[in-house]
């Protein structure tokens, strides 16, 4: 069974902070992760891959543990632009679709 | 734009009404993919069309639920006698065939949005 699991939030934090989210999947037979964002009322967007040895774009870094079967996001000096929705997305072996997470809410305020 | 586009892009309409969505990708996607996202849900896949290749259709929560795609392109997704859980936003997205596992990158258009009273 494809599960990807998310904490809801929201996750509300002042501007400058850090924040962390975790998503958890069910099935070791996975392929490749990605974060997505999703604005209130727009369509998902890809924000990044997630990879083993860490990604980092900017104040964001993604990290994969397989061994757990976790993927988390880690923003940091977070932005009132950064609220949103972040899906976690994974595309499982054999598969050609993405199995997306519930999505979990930011909300940065000044 | 060069984007994905959907048509139209709110809907109402009365239970038992059949209803059509309209997409149309992205110029040289292959593959096309329409989700559903409810009130507080996350996004429910829904069919996959891969170039000539057989649809997978394996999301359809009922045989109320259809699509084609007609030429390779434009994608219509029916549902007939619609009910009131059927109420979303109803997304299309394309992609570049075979890229999707390396790239995670959907193009999604801004839905079609489907209330049914």
């Known amino acids: 069974r494809k599960e990807v699991e998310q904490d809801p939030g929201p996750f509300n934090v002042p501007e400058g902070a850090t924040v962390a989210f975790n998503c958890t999947y069910s099935?070791?037979?996975?392929?490749?992760f990605f974060w997505y964002r999703q604005d209130c009322r727009k369509e998902p967007k890809l924000l990044m891959s997630?990879?083993?040895s860490g990604n980092e774009d900017g104040r964001f870094t993604a990290q994969l543990n397989r061994a757990s079967q976790y993927i988390s996001l880690l923003i940091r000096d977070s932005k009132l632009s950064d609220s949103a929705t972040y899906l976690c997305v994974v595309v499982y072996s054999g598969y050609s679709t993405l199995t997306f997470g519930k999505g979990t809410m930011l909300l940065v305020s000044p | 734009g060069a984007g994905v586009s959907q048509s139209p892009s709110n809907k109402v309409t009365e239970k038992g009404k059949d209803v059509e969505l309209r997409c149309d990708p992205i110029?040289?996607?292959?593959?096309l993919y329409w989700y559903r996202q409810s009130l507080g849900q996350g996004l429910e896949f829904l069919i996959y069309?891969?170039?000539?290749?057989?649809?997978?259709k394996s999301g359809l929560p009922s045989d109320r639920f259809s699509a084609e795609r007609t030429g390779g392109s434009v994608s219509t997704l029916t549902i007939q006698r619609t009910q009131q859980e059927d109420s979303a936003v109803y997304l299309c997205a394309s992609s570049i065939m075979g890229r999707l596992a390396n790239t995670g990158e959907l193009f999604f258009g801004e839905g079609s949005r489907l209330t049914v009273l």
């Open positions: 997630v990879y083993s």
């Open positions: 099935n070791s037979a996975s392929q490749s």
């Open positions: 069309f891969q170039g000539n290749s057989a649809p997978d």
């Open positions: 110029s040289g996607h292959t593959a």
